[in-house]
C-alpha cells in the first residue's frame, strides 16, 4: 500500500492516524452496529492476547447492516471532501478493507513463518483506478430486485472474505505463544512490525472504516430514530437501534 496502514486518502484521517476505532457487539439483530471504545493502535497492542484477538475477530459485525438497504447507485456514490464522511463509495470501501485484510493475514504468516522477513508494500488508489471493484458499467437497473441483487453481489464478496480471513485467521492467532506473537517482520517504510502489532493496526483499521460506513449511511437514508438510546452509538457516526430492532 502507499501503505495500508496509512490508507486514509480515500477517508479523512482520525486522531491518532489513519484509523481509529468504534465496534459492534456480536449477534444483534440490530440495523446499526453497537459501539465500543475507540482505541489507538497502541492501546489496542497492549490488550491482553486473548481480548485482542477477540476484537479482531468481530469484524464484519462492526458494519451497518442498513449497508444492504443501499441502491446500486448509493454503493457507487462518492463524496466530497466537506462531507466529512470519507470520499470513497461503498464499493470501494468495503473492497479496499478486503484487500488490506488480505495482506495483513499474509504478514502475519509470513512473520511467524520465516525470519524476519521484508514485507511487500501495495497502492491502494491504484487499485481504485485499475477498477479492481467492478463500479463502472452502462447504467442502474430501474427493477429493485434486480437492483437488490446486483448490490448483494458487489457487497457480499468482499464481506464474505472479510469474515472468513478474520475468523480463521483469529483461531490460528489464538494458538501461537507470545513469543510468537512478538516475531516481527519489515515493513519498507514504518520498520519492523511484530505479529502483535499487525493485528493491533488492522482491528483499527477496520473499526475507522466501519464508523465512516455508519457516516454514509446516515448521510443518504437518514439517522436511524433513537428509540433505543441503550445501544452505543459508534464514536464518528450517528444513529442508534429503530423500532423494528431484535435487541429491543
Not at 46 to 60: C, D, E, M, N, T
Not at 215 to 244: F, H, N, W, Y
Amino acid at each position: 500500500m502507499s501503505t495500508s496502514e496509512d490508507c486514509c486518502q480515500g477517508e479523512t484521517k482520525a486522531s491518532g492516524g489513519c484509523c481509529g476505532g468504534s465496534g459492534a457487539a456480536g449477534g444483534c439483530a440490530c440495523k446499526t452496529a453497537e459501539a465500543i471504545a475507540p482505541l489507538t493502535v497502541e492501546q489496542l497492542e497492549a490488550l491482553p492476547s486473548l481480548q485482542l484477538v477477540a476484537r479482531f475477530r468481530r469484524g464484519i459485525e462492526s458494519f451497518d447492516r442498513r449497508v444492504f438497504d443501499l441502491t446500486e447507485e448509493q454503493i457507487d456514490m462518492a463524496f466530497l471532501p466537506d462531507a466529512d464522511v470519507g470520499r470513497w463509495p461503498v464499493r470501494v470501501l468495503l473492497g479496499h478493507i478486503a484487500d488490506a485484510d488480505l495482506a495483513a493475514a499474509h504478514r502475519m504468516r509470513r512473520a511467524i513463518a520465516e525470519d524476519h522477513p521484508i514485507f511487500a508494500e501495495w497502492d491502494e488508489n491504484a487499485f481504485i483506478d485499475a477498477n479492481l471493484y467492478g463500479n463502472v458499467h452502462d447504467g442502474y437497473s430501474d427493477d429493485p430486485e434486480a437492483d437488490h441483487a446486483r448490490v448483494m453481489n458487489a457487497l457480499g464478496g468482499p464481506m464474505a472474505t472479510i469474515h472468513t480471513l478474520r475468523q480463521w485467521t483469529g483461531q490460528w492467532l489464538l494458538t501461537l505463544s507470545e513469543a510468537q506473537l512478538s516475531r516481527t517482520g519489515m515493513h519498507p517504510t514504518k520498520g519492523p512490525q511484530s505479529v502483535r502489532r499487525i493485528v493491533a493496526m488492522y482491528v483499527w483499521h477496520l473499526e475507522h472504516h466501519a464508523a465512516f460506513l455508519t457516516k454514509k449511511l446516515d448521510r443518504m437514508l437518514g439517522p436511524v430514530s433513537e428509540q433505543v438510546p441503550e445501544v452505543a452509538i459508534p464514536a464518528v457516526g450517528g444513529g442508534s437501534c429503530g423500532t423494528g430492532c431484535g435487541c429491543r
